[in-house]
């Protein structure tokens, strides 16, 4: 499925060397005024091609609005928007067909697909299918801000070197704000240095790092969400998959969580100003798969890029035999801080959705 959502659901199509990509929204509310420019911002900081971080493929990653927006505002049916793929080099990629990439959707895209799927930048297996993703979650995101949820994340960590993470009980709008408009977003802004030199060390070294990305969501109503099999854990996990290198997500405090004992790892509850609050955000703003009121707090883990131009061992799926791999095109040294934006992006879709089960968009 390349679809995701239930009362608001998208639709992503296209392959990463194809004429375009694109997604299809479904379930919008009528009358909404988006701020382009606002959009546009979000999908420059996922863009390629801008940072040494980054891939050297340099797309605008402009979406051009097919349906669905009239003088900027939602009309209320399917806004579908797409972008074009205009710097590519398929050749780059004339090996991979037969040996497939070390850690990659190659080998398994072939057996599920018999031999037909576009390999050429990985086609529909991708990261430049969260572009669309990223389009996606920039028009629900400024929904939600309207009803006063805002969301951001910020680069947890690369390698072992980590940015501080949040206070998960008290975070402020003029942070949010700020990570949600940075390309290279961290709390701890000194944190910057020590990991673009780890990812340049990556790179010359023609080699790639992973890390870690947590995300924060403000605002959201106490009550929203359902238990067992269709909660807030269960909404944001599914569309986190999604995410092409994402290899684990936790929330609140996770694993660290499963170390404590249950004095130090609950919340207490207490009044403040007649609204019930917790102490403590081991929860991570999530009690019994619905929203506590308190900041959701989740981090996700993204491995290092497999794409790297080394030369490795893999097989020969037409010869039927071991062979050695080294792979040509550009590709991310650290998937990490474009893939950022993208974490948000997500979560918006599943907030939006959460709240318009529950009647509160």
């Known amino acids: 499925m390349s679809s995701w959502g239930n009362d608001i659901k998208i639709s992503i199509f296209g392959e990463s060397h194809g004429n375009g990509i694109g997604v299809v929204i479904d379930g919008l509310p009528s009358g909404e005024k988006l701020d382009m420019e606002k959009i546009y911002l979000q999908m420059c900081r996922r863009a390629p091609g801008k940072d040494k ?12 609005i097919m349906s669905g927006l009239l003088n900027d505002t939602t009309t209320g049916t ?36 018999g031999g037909f799927n576009d390999i050429r930048g990985g086609g529909h297996f991708s990261g430049r299918l969260t572009a669309p993703l990223v389009f996606a ?3 629900c995101r400024q929904i939600l801000e309207k009803r006063g949820v805002k969301i951001a994340a910020h680069i947890s960590s690369v390698g072992d070197i980590e ?5 998960a009980v008290d975070i402020s709008d ?31 070294s023609q080699d790639s790092v992973g890390g870690t990305i947590e995300c924060a969501v403000t605002g959201m109503p106490v009550g929203a969400g359902s238990p067992m099999f269709d909660g807030v854990e269960n909404a944001v996990s599914s569309i986190i998959f999604g995410i092409p290198a994402v290899k684990g997500i936790e929330f609140g405090s996770g694993f660290e969580g499963s170390r404590l004992r249950g004095s130090q790892n609950n919340d207490e509850f207490y009044y403040d100003g007649g609204k019930v609050k917790t ?8 009690l019994g798969g619905i929203t506590s009121g308190m900041p959701i707090i989740f981090r996700v883990a993204v491995k290092p890029t497999p794409s790297i131009s080394q030369k ?10 071991d062979s050695v791999l080294e792979i040509h095109g550009r ?22 959705n959460i709240l318009s089960e529950v009647h509160k968009l």
């Open 53 to 64: 971080a980054a891939t050297p493929r340099l797309e605008k990653d402009f979406p051009e």
């Open 78 to 113: 399917p806004l579908c928007a797409v972008i074009k793929n205009t710097n590519t080099r398929s050749q780059d990629y004339g090996n991979v067909m037969a040996n497939p990439r070390p850690s990659h959707a190659d080998y398994t895209g072939y057996v599920r697909y």
């Open 137 to 139: 979650g920039a028009v």
């Open 163 to 167: 940015d501080e993470r949040f206070n």
């Open 174 to 204: 003029e942070l949010m704000d700020r990570l949600s408009k940075t390309v290279f977003g961290l709390i701890d802004e000194s944190k910057e240095k020590t990991m673009r030199e780890l990812i340049e060390e990556c790179r010359l």
């Open 279 to 286: 102490r403590t955000n081991h929860h991570g703003g999530i």
């Open 312 to 321: 490795q061992n893999t097989v020969d799926l037409n010869e039927k035999k």
């Open 331 to 352: 590709h991310d040294p650290c998937i990490v801080v474009r893939a950022v934006p993208v974490v948000e992006a997500a979560a918006a879709l599943a907030m939006i």
